[in-house]
């Protein structure tokens, strides 16, 4: 049976411009003044909320807008090797699932942050992060998570259905195929409601269908996910 591999490693990176704003308006407000401006504050940002949020793709594209201005960035993940050293070239550091670090990872982003913010030298750098829970809640050692939650706090909130049906319309049309009402309602009930991985699955739905010269049904579906 034949693979269907999703090229994840070639879609493009996430824009601020491409975020479906849904009822975060003020964050992405926020985030465009923050990238924009050649003197950002060194006061952190924080944003939080439950997967399919949008939180990664708002930190990637906040490190895109940078990078496209010849700024530097550390960035720093659950799957980032323990302990990198903070980088006085940086301009900014952001931190992603910050409630995923293991004790070392800790560590870093406790050093990376007073290095950013409070340097003993130098200038201050600004801080972005981002996690599944607010920063009274987090499992992270006190000194990380107070200093976290110190600054503008963001709780992301998830599209509506509606909104999200919608997205996925527009997004299929574009790609000239037609998503039924069943086959929406079918992922919808069925896989996360991400709108990455949603658009993952469009993208890899679209490639598997045109291998197959069939339309986009339930059937494909299933057929797509079997040959995986």
């Known amino acids: 049976m034949k693979q269907i591999a999703l090229d994840i490693g070639l879609a493009p990176e996430p824009t601020l411009e491409g975020f479906v ?24 940002t924080y944003l939080w909320g439950s997967a399919g949020a949008g939180k990664t793709h708002l930190l990637r594209a906040a490190r895109q807008a940078l990078l496209g201005q010849g700024a530097r960035v550390g960035w720093l993940d659950a ?29 870093t982003a406790f050093n990376w942050f007073v290095n950013a913010v409070a340097p003993a030298s130098g200038r201050s750098r600004a801080v972005l992060a981002a996690g599944a829970l ?48 069943e086959v929406m ?16 699955l469009l993208e890899q739905l679209d490639r598997y269908a045109l291998q197959t010269q069939r339309t986009i049904t339930i059937p494909l579906l299933k057929s797509m996910l079997e040959n995986e």
């Not at 009822?23 to 006061?43: D, F, I, K």
């Not at 309602?185 to 993952?200: A, C, H, K, N, Y």
């Open 134 to 181: 607010p920063p009274a809640d987090l499992p992270l050692r006190e000194d990380l998570r107070t200093r976290l939650g110190w600054g503008h706090v963001f709780e992301l909130q998830l599209l509506p259905e509606a909104e999200l049906r919608a997205v996925l319309r527009r997004a299929a049309d574009a790609r000239g195929v037609f998503l039924s009402d």
């Open 79 to 107: 799957d980032t090797p323990a302990r990198p050293s903070f980088d006085e070239a940086w301009d900014a550091v952001l931190m992603d699932d910050v409630h995923l670090y293991r004790a070392e990872q800790q560590h």
């Open 21 to 44: 704003v849904g009822g975060n308006a003020a964050v992405l407000q926020h985030l465009r003044l923050w990238t924009e401006s050649s003197a950002r504050s060194p006061v952190p």
């Open 185 to 200: 309602d079918f992922v919808l009930r069925r896989f996360s409601r991400d709108l990455g991985s949603l658009m993952q």
